[in-house]
């Protein structure tokens, strides 16, 4: 029985893991470049939203002539559709911070803000309620066996914490996004363009933070629920900092945050502690993480700073 446990709650972890990290990793791929991002709880709602009602509207129509047609490629379109909304949000985001050199904070604070209103509208548009849409039937397929079986995007997200490391310190990318993010005014001396390396950087961010609501929506779930981020934006930002902008320290962080949220939803039946301690948990490591953690890690010197050529 305990063998069982313990499974079930590495396959937990590891599912919970997913979203953070591929938010987080996102957020590390922005905050290297110099562009601080809190916008990654609207962009995983943003891509969310996307991923759900793409993959309703797409399986809709074969439905109603077959109630158990069976439209596989329709959640992979929805994951696309995901990735290239999270991309859109986070050229905002950098058209606002990079080109206008407005607030970064505010400008990702009414991103957030947007994550909430503008899904409303168009669920009452398309569903009639502003709180969620239809579910899916033909949701993203499960890899693997029993507890370990998982939605495909839980391996690309772990299999993209390599990919990261290569990509940051073994690529001339990678060299030039740092460079960027550390010392803007040398790297422009070098010819490298700083503005476009930001946008690059602000852009992968909106696509893996809007893979990661879409594991959300149809990865996790079978629907998209209104808020049903959850705050994972910011813990993810908070993983980002315990792990100290690093890919491999990313992985630790947020494998800690999933590790804790599986546990806090295997106690949360009331059975061992209150349901609302249980739900408080994983903020609660949060707080106490950024405590204790954000003064000894030294993010990219040039964060949050428009540069002027």
Known sequence: MDTLILITLIGSALRATTP?????????????????NIALEGIM?????????????????FLREDPNAVVAYAPWIGVLVAAVLGAVVGWIHAVISIRYKADQIISATAINLMAIGIPAVILTGLYQNSSNSQPIVNRLPQW??????????????????????????????GLRLRSVGEHPEAADSVGIDVRRMRYY?????????????????????????????????????????FGKWHPLGVLGAT????????????????????????????????????AGFIGRAIPPKAIGKPYEK
């Open 255 to 290: 494998l800690l945050f999933g590790a804790f949220e599986a546990a806090a939803t295997l106690l949360g039946s009331g059975q061992f502690m209150p349901t609302t301690i249980v739900q408080s948990m994983p903020f609660i490591l949060t707080m106490l993480v950024l």
């Open 144 to 173: 693997g066996v029993g507890a370990f079986s998982f939605s495909p995007l839980v391996y690309l997200a772990f299999l993209l914490v390599p990919v990261a490391l290569y990509v940051l310190f073994r690529t001339p990318f």
């Open 45 to 61: 709602l943003f891509g969310a939203l996307g991923a759900a009602v793409t993959s309703q509207l797409i399986e809709a129509p």
């Open 20 to 36: 953070l990290l591929l938010a987080a990793l996102g957020g590390m791929f922005s905050e290297r470049s110099g562009v601080v």
């Open 201 to 241: 950087g602000v852009i992968i961010s909106g696509v893996l933070a809007g893979l990661g609501g879409a594991y959300l929506s149809i990865g996790n779930l079978n629907q998209f629920v209104s808020e049903m981020s959850g705050g994972r934006g910011f813990i993810a930002l908070a993983a980002l900092i």
